[in-house]
């Protein structure tokens, strides 16, 4: 199973920027669907997470300001950020707990650096 992240790049204060996270291999079904961050000298958080009943939990740090959401016909997760500000600087990472043949691993992606200044 592999899972490839994109989206992230420079941004100003205020702006927006919008995450995608595909995954691909042998997959019977995906679980649940999160993002992490890492920022510089920081442990890596968790962001955002999403269900496969459709539940969604976030952070504080970002609630009203992100949204997650998961196409699970294309097996991808999004992250929409907006308002963003210099602190949501970090390496974004989306991670997956999927079920193949009866077991349930969790897997990670590559990670995407998103930077917010002016």
């Known amino acids: 199973v592999q899972l490839q992240a994109s989206g992230g790049g420079l941004v100003q204060p205020g702006g927006s920027l919008r995450l995608s996270c595909a995954a691909s291999g042998s997959i019977d079904r995906i679980l649940t669907m999160a993002w992490y961050r890492q920022g510089p000298g920081k442990q890596r958080e968790l962001v955002a997470v999403?269900?496969?009943?459709?539940?969604?939990n976030y952070a504080d740090s970002v609630k009203g300001r992100f949204t997650i959401s998961r196409d699970d016909v294309k097996r991808s997760v999004y992250l929409q950020m907006n308002s963003l500000k210099p602190d949501d600087t970090a390496v974004y990472y989306c991670?997956?707990?999927?079920?193949?043949?009866?077991?349930?691993?969790?897997?990670w992606g590559q990670g995407t650096q998103v930077t917010v200044s002016s």
């Open positions: 991670n997956a707990l999927i079920r193949y043949l009866g077991s349930g691993n969790y897997y």
């Open positions: 999403s269900s496969n009943t459709g539940t969604t």
